[in-house]
Nanobody
């Protein structure tokens, strides 16, 4: 599966962004899809996961209430809606795909060497 993230940019604190991830490959429905972020000098931090077969969606506790994830199976696209952004949300955001549905509910996709991810998109939140 190939993943192309877009939608990042510079936004003021309190603003919103919607990230998009276009997935290509004939086995899109075999994967759970998620997002993680990584800032310089910091560990990878999973943000969300959505199961493309039943739309079960999960968001990390750290951003619950501000971030939501959704998908459009017709276009093989997954979204991360980010509201009330804070300067500490500044990071590069990566779309990820995993065959491990067990790690979706615990929002731990993007951490295994067997997961897939693309080049990411930069999000910068100014104070």
């Amino acid at each position: 599966v190939q993943l192309q993230a877009s939608g990042g940019g510079l936004v003021q604190a309190g603003g919103s962004l919607r990230l998009s991830c276009a997935a290509s490959g004939r086995t899109f429905s075999s994967y759970v899809m998620g997002w993680f972020r990584q800032a310089p000098g910091r560990e990878r931090e999973p943000m969300s996961c959505i199961d493309t077969t039943d739309s079960s969606a999960f968001v990390a506790d750290a951003v619950k209430g501000r971030f939501t994830t959704s998908r459009d199976t017709a276009t093989n696209t997954v979204y991360l809606q980010m509201n009330s952004l804070k300067p500490e949300d500044t990071a590069r955001y990566y779309c990820t795909a995993s065959l491990s549905r067990s790690r979706c509910a615990s929002v731990r996709v993007g951490l295994a060497s067997t997961d897939y991810w693309g080049l990411g998109t930069q999000v910068t939140v100014s104070s």
